[in-house]
């Protein structure tokens, strides 16, 4: 996650330059809250080292190394590996110990709409968009790939998979 950091941000794990990312990772907002960082901290410039990459890996594992289409490449991020051991604690300057088949990344793409919520399925197989919430949150809550998700249901969303609406319903696997 270091060399995905340096990458990013230069390896400033507080930055908050203005340019809609935050944090070493470079994560939007809307990835921040779909991945778990609200549990952490309101935006990931406030958050530990640590707590940045223990989203990080939550969005690995949903989106794949594409979630940092330039950083993660360059830094031979992969997905599958062992996730990195942090310390997720607020109250320290943690440091991550990672296996070397896992590396860190940084999210300066969102493979969807902003995200706020956690989706919750309406039943039947079916599940209804509400505002705040994005395809990869909505596929990583229901156990399967946003790719999956969107071929599913690409009559209902349409050609653009980074734009649903709050009242689409959405066929389930």
Do not use: K, M, R
């Not at 360059?74 to 896992?102: F, I, K, V, W």
């Amino acid at each position: 996650w270091n060399a995905v950091a340096s990458c990013e941000s230069t390896n400033d794990w507080s930055a908050n330059t203005g340019n809609g990312f935050y944090g070493g990772l470079q994560f939007t907002p809307s990835t921040w809250a779909a991945y778990g960082g609200t549990a952490y901290a309101s935006s990931a410039d406030q958050a530990t080292q640590g707590q940045q990459i223990a989203v990080a890996e939550n969005v690995l594992a949903s989106q794949g190394p594409g979630a940092w289409p330039v950083c993660g490449p360059q830094a031979g991020l992969t997905a599958g590996g062992t996730p990195a051991s942090t310390d997720t604690t607020s109250n320290s300057a943690s440091t991550a110990t990672q296996d070397s088949s896992s590396q860190d990344t940084t999210t300066s793409t969102d493979t969807a709409a902003p995200a706020a919520t956690t989706p919750v399925a309406t039943g039947g197989g079916s599940y209804t968009v509400q505002a705040g919430d994005t395809l990869g949150a909505i596929a990583a809550a229901h156990g399967t790939t946003w790719q999956d998700l969107y071929a599913a249901n690409q009559t209902t969303i349409g050609a653009d998979a980074d734009t649903i609406y709050p009242g689409q319903t959405l066929t389930i696997g």
